[in-house]
Nanobody, 121 residues
Framework: QVQLVESGGGLVQAGGSLRLSCAASGRSLSSSAMAWFRQAPGKEREFVAAVNWSGTNTRYADSLKGRFSISRDNAKNTVYLQMHNVKPEDTAVYYC??????????????WGQGTQVTVSS
């Protein structure tokens, strides 16, 4: 069984930065891809970014390229999402996912509970 716990969310002003963390436990995910998704109120969950097992291959939602950066530390079983120049439209619950690849939620069997990010204008 895999547990994913997100942290680092909170209230941030537009233009600021925030780093989210997702710690995995239960079994090592060092050989699995990991990803971030987000879900704003009233909207479907959407893909943000993914990173392969070694951290050498990343994918991003086109609209977020250049502002968000995904990375991982396999020694800590943790994946990060660095967010820069945040905008009010980035307000959402951010979810960590593991065990899949790509931008579809159905590809990932493991999910965290989410962390709220609120961007004030």
């Amino acid at each position: 069984q895999v547990q994913l716990v997100e942290s680092g969310g909170g209230l941030v002003q537009a233009g600021g930065s925030l780093r989210l963390s997702c710690a995995a436990s239960g079994r090592s995910l060092s050989s699995s891809a990991m990803a971030w998704f987000r879900q704003a109120p009233g909207k479907e969950r959407e893909f943000v970014a993914a990173v392969n097992w070694s951290g050498t291959n990343t994918r991003y939602a086109d609209s977020l390229k250049g502002r968000f950066s995904i990375s991982r530390d396999n020694a800590k079983n943790t994946v990060y999402l660095q967010m820069h120049n945040v905008k009010p439209e980035d307000t959402a619950v951010y979810y960590c996912a593991a065990g899949g690849w790509g931008s579809l939620t159905d590809n990932y069997p493991y999910w965290g509970q989410g962390t709220q990010v609120t961007v004030s204008s």
